[in-house]
Nanobody
C-alpha cells in the first residue's frame, strides 16, 4: 500500500512561487506514474500535471503550462510541483496521486490513479 504525503502549500501573493512536495512510501516508487490534481472550493477536481514512471513524458493542463513544472526524485521517493507566476485562480487544495503504470492510461483522469495524498492548501492573494 502506497502512502502519499503532500507539503509546501501556504498563502502567497500573486506573481509569487511555491514548490509543493509529495513524499511516497510503501511501494516501488519507480513503478508509478505520478500526478498533481487540484480542487478549488465549489469546483470539481482538475488535472494539473503528471509524468510517466520513466519521467520522460510530462503532461500539463493548459492553464498551468509554462508556469508549473513537475519533477521527481526517485532516490528520495518524492514528486515536486514547482509553481511560478502564481495567480489567484490557482488557489485550491493540491493533491498528489499515484498510478501503478502497466500500459496506457488517461493521465488527466483522476479515476485512473490508485493512491492519493491528503492534500495541501495553496492560497494566492491578489
Amino acid at each position: 500500500q502506497v502512502q502519499l504525503v503532500e507539503s509546501g502549500g501556504r498563502l502567497v501573493q500573486a506573481g509569487g512561487s511555491l514548490r509543493l512536495s509529495c513524499a511516497a512510501s510503501g511501494g516501488t516508487f519507480s513503478s508509478y506514474a505520478m500526478g498533481w490534481f487540484r480542487q478549488a472550493p465549489g469546483e470539481e477536481r482538475e488535472f494539473v500535471a503528471s509524468f510517466r514512471r520513466s519521467g520522460f513524458n510530462t503532461y500539463y493542463a493548459d492553464s498551468v503550462k509554462g508556469r508549473f513544472t513537475i519533477s521527481r526524485d526517485n532516490a528520495k521517493n518524492t514528486v515536486y510541483l514547482q509553481m511560478n507566476n502564481l495567480k489567484p485562480e490557482d488557489t485550491a487544495v493540491y493533491y498528489c496521486a499515484g498510478h501503478y503504470e502497466v500500459g496506457y492510461y488517461r493521465y488527466y483522469d483522476g479515476s485512473e490513479y490508485n493512491y492519493w495524498g491528503q492534500g495541501t492548501q495553496v492560497i494566492v492573494s491578489s
